[in-house]
């Protein structure tokens, strides 16, 4: 599959479907994580020989669960051309090209449009504004 490139207005145009996959993502990764958490608790001290309690099968089914709904989601992002980039903050890229090189405009869940850009290897802490090349301004 060719990857998609986008200008500033089409990635735009995408966030409203974007920004609800990208917090079901956001959403089920906390399920996931407060899941596995509770199972660690119960598991701890336990010895392999122990067999597992209906507890931790039913904790363990829902870590797989919420495991299987993100990574569908994230499917869906990259149909869309998007690649996502963080669980925490729901943070999503898409390719773009800056005078002939690969770049990638960046988003963040809560924005309200592609504010920000970075170069292919800076990952989010490179941000840099938008500039009237990408936005035509």
């Known amino acids: 599959m060719t990857a998609k490139y986008f200008s500033v207005d089409e990635a735009n145009r995408t966030l409203p479907f974007v920004s609800r996959i990208v917090q079901d993502i956001v959403d089920?990764?906390?399920?996931w994580r407060e899941n596995i958490y509770r199972y660690e608790l119960i598991t701890?001290?336990?010895?392999?020989?122990?067999?597992?309690?209906?507890e931790q099968a039913r904790l363990r089914r829902a870590v797989d669960d919420s495991a299987h709904r993100?990574?569908?989601?994230?499917?869906?992002?990259?149909?869309?051309?998007?690649?996502?980039?963080?669980?925490e903050e729901g943070l999503v890229d898409f390719r773009s090209k800056l005078t002939d090189r690969d770049i990638f405009?960046?988003?963040?869940?809560?924005?309200?449009e592609?504010?920000?850009?970075?170069e292919v290897d800076a990952g989010y802490a490179g941000r840099r504004a938008l500039v009237p090349e990408l936005t035509g301004s």
């Open 70 to 87: 993100i990574n569908g989601f994230i499917e869906e992002l990259s149909l869309v051309g998007c690649v996502f980039k963080g669980f």
């Open 105 to 112: 405009l960046c988003w963040k869940l809560g924005e309200p």
């Open 114 to 118: 592609i504010q920000h850009w970075h």
């Open 28 to 31: 089920q990764y906390r399920h």
């Open 44 to 54: 701890a001290g336990r010895r392999a020989e122990d067999p597992e309690t209906e």
